[in-house]
């Protein structure tokens, strides 16, 4: 499984360096409109209940915290912490969207 080898918050977003070498930022805002946690998406349905107008334009992550070995987990400038982001969810948004900037060092 591919994992962080180093972390940074940067001035425009997390900037996560991979194992296999790939180095991908995570435009902040981005980001925190991705969050999965049970306020942000209904469990059952997978409707998302995130008001993203309430997420503030310049919204960062000021701190994260290892989630054993499979997730980070941010804490934002608006105040939500409670979101979980897994490794392979990081991977797939940086594979499929161009959101992601990714550069193969």
């Known amino acids: 499984m591919t994992i962080p ?7 425009v ?6 194992d296999d070498g790939q180095t991908c930022t995570y435009p902040y805002r981005y980001l925190r409109l991705q969050c999965a946690c049970a306020a942000c998406v209904e469990e059952m349905t997978g409707r ?3 008001n993203v ?3 503030p334009e310049d919204v960062i992550a000021v701190e994260y915290i290892e989630v054993g ?3 980070l987990q941010f804490l934002w400038t608006d105040g939500h912490g409670t979101g979980i982001y897994p490794f392979k969810m990081l991977l797939k948004l940086a594979e499929n969207d161009d959101a992601v900037i990714c ?3």
């Open 5 to 11: 080898s180093q972390i940074n918050m940067t001035g």
């Open 13 to 18: 977003g997390v900037q996560i360096a991979w």
């Open 48 to 50: 998302a209940l995130l």
């Open 53 to 55: 107008s309430a997420v």
């Open 69 to 71: 070995k499979y997730a």
């Open 103 to 105: 550069e193969t060092s």
